[in-house]
């Protein structure tokens, strides 16, 4: 086997270096015997798993995982894809489905929402900038703006919890999706710089839910 399948983990996952040279039936053979020799380290745990080193098919990966599977008790609950390029495709994927689920019946606002100002539409809305402290924006339908939303922010006016909002900045004052209210924390620190990362929320539970702009999140919701 030498160092051709080599394991390094922490409390959150674990990252396998696969050796890109031998043959794939010959390495199986190898991750086998690694894993049993492992088995007993990592015991009964829930992981997420990352393979460097080479470039694995979606079929090489599955064979992989069942690998894993069958010869330890580690739970594979998701694979960290580093590959750039696969991860642009993701980007740009999410980025249509989003714009087409707004853009659907739906209308523009080009210009930052001010202290004050309230922007009320009978569809999904698309603001083409800030949406500011005072500010208000009430929606029957999505919200998607392509700026930072520090106001305020009703989507699914009418009752439609299914309607969500996505902001390149997320921090609002209050969201409403539907019936379910959620207000934001006061005692956030103003001196906290975190770079501005794309957020989406949804409803789920009756409960309003704020995550990273993601394929996996994305999927999970219905237009």
Do not use: W
């Not at 957020?199 to 309003?208: Q, S, T």
């Amino acid at each position: 086997m030498k160092n051709s399948v080599v394991i390094k983990g922490n409390k959150y996952g674990i990252m396998v270096m696969l050796d890109d040279k031998i043959p794939f039936e010959e390495l199986k053979e190898d991750i086998v015997e690694k894993f049993k020799e492992s088995s007993k380290f990592f015991g009964e745990a829930s992981m997420a798993i990352t393979f460097e080193g080479r470039k694995l098919s979606l079929e090489e990966e599955r064979e992989v995982l069942d690998i894993i599977s069958e010869n330890s008790d580690i739970k594979v609950v998701c694979v960290v894809d580093n590959d750039k390029k696969r991860e642009e495709v993701y980007k740009e994927s999410i980025e249509k489905k989003v714009a087409d689920a707004a853009y659907s019946n739906g209308q523009f606002y080009k210009g930052t929402l001010r202290n004050g100002q309230v922007l009320e539409c009978e569809s999904s809305v698309v603001i083409l900038g800030d949406v500011n402290p005072g500010a208000k924006i009430i929606s029957t339908g999505n919200v998607v703006i392509l700026g930072a939303l520090k106001g305020i922010v009703y989507a699914g006016i009418t009752g439609d919890a299914s309607s969500f909002v996505v902001a390149l900045e997320m921090n609002p004052v209050q969201i409403r999706i539907g019936d379910v209210i959620a207000r934001c924390a006061d005692n956030k620190s103003r001196f906290k710089k975190n770079k501005p990362e794309t957020k989406i929320a949804f409803v789920e539970d009756d409960n309003i839910y704020i995550e990273p702009l993601s394929k996996d999140v994305l999927s999970d919701l219905h237009f």
